[in-house]
């Protein structure tokens, strides 16, 4: 049975086919669709004769955004921060959470998601009341960790301390490599600065 008729020559004579396609989705599962596409036998057209492939991305995507909301929420949930307090520190009403997940999610409110999952510590900022204080420091603590993360996908671990005087801040790290090295690395230092030389080259 096919009724589709070609928009350019008139004929019935047309055949389907579908064609599954997909769209990354941050934070979310992929919008995954299957479009339609007509061909002509008589006149050689190919398009969606129809119209319906706007309709059916449109919703694949209101699917996975609801989803990538759901996960977002989930993801906080699982990290101390239920709904009640994320609907709270952002001075939204109660239940707002609830009707996003149900698929009621808006572009400004998957954005704030999306913003607030990639840096977390906003909430903190939010709670605050935006304090200017809280804002730099949740910054500067934000930076050390992403430090800490860098050296430790160089490191197996390590440590920083700390320690000041009246004249003085004396700052200790330890990392310890993966593997063992050859010969010392030759550090050095310099007024204000700490550098680590390359690895000095094979002695042979
Ligand atoms: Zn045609």
């Given at each position: 049975?096919?009724?589709?008729?070609?928009?350019s020559?008139g004929?019935?004579?047309?055949?389907?086919?579908?064609?599954?396609?997909?769209?990354?989705?941050?934070?979310?599962?992929?919008?995954?669709?299957?479009?339609?596409n007509?061909?002509?036998?008589?006149?050689?057209?190919?398009a969606?004769?129809?119209?319906?492939?706007?309709?059916?991305?449109?919703?694949?995507?209101?699917?996975?955004?609801?989803?990538?909301?759901?996960?977002?929420?989930?993801?906080?949930?699982?990290?101390?921060?239920?709904?009640?307090?994320?609907?709270?520190?952002?001075?939204?009403?109660?239940?707002?959470?609830?009707?996003?997940?149900?698929?009621e999610?808006?572009?400004?409110?998957l954005?704030?998601?999306?913003?607030t999952?990639?840096?977390?510590?906003?909430?903190?900022?939010?709670?605050?009341?935006?304090?200017?204080?809280?804002a730099?420091?949740?910054?500067?603590e934000?930076?050390?960790?992403?430090?800490?993360?860098?050296?430790?996908?160089?490191?197996?671990?390590?440590?920083?301390?700390v320690?000041?005087?009246?004249?003085?801040v004396?700052?200790?790290?330890?990392l310890?490599?993966?593997?063992?090295?050859?010969?010392?690395?030759?550090?050095?230092?310099?007024?204000?600065?700490?550098?680590?030389?390359?690895?000095?080259?094979?002695?042979?």
């Open positions: 049975m096919n009724t589709v008729q070609c928009p020559c004929s019935i004579d047309v055949t389907a086919s579908q064609e599954p396609g997909s769209l990354p989705m941050s934070y979310g599962p992929d919008a995954t669709f299957v479009e339609v007509h061909t002509c036998n008589s006149c050689g057209l190919c969606d004769f129809t119209g319906e492939n706007d309709a059916v991305v449109k919703a694949a995507i209101e699917k996975s955004e609801a989803a990538a909301a759901e996960s977002i929420l989930r993801w906080f949930s699982e990290n101390g921060v239920p709904a009640v307090h994320f609907e709270r520190v952002l001075r939204l009403p109660m239940r707002t959470t609830q009707r996003w997940k149900s698929g999610v808006s572009a400004a409110a954005a704030l998601l999306r913003l999952r990639t840096y977390p510590w906003l909430l903190d900022v939010a709670d605050s009341n935006y304090d200017e204080h809280v730099i420091g949740a910054l500067i934000a930076a050390g960790h992403a430090f800490r993360a860098g050296l430790c996908a160089q490191f197996k671990g390590g440590s920083i301390a320690t000041q005087t009246a004249t003085q004396n700052i200790n790290a330890e310890y490599r993966h593997e063992p090295v050859g010969p010392p690395v030759f550090t050095g230092t310099d007024r204000g600065q700490v550098y680590i030389q390359p690895l000095a080259p094979s002695f042979g």
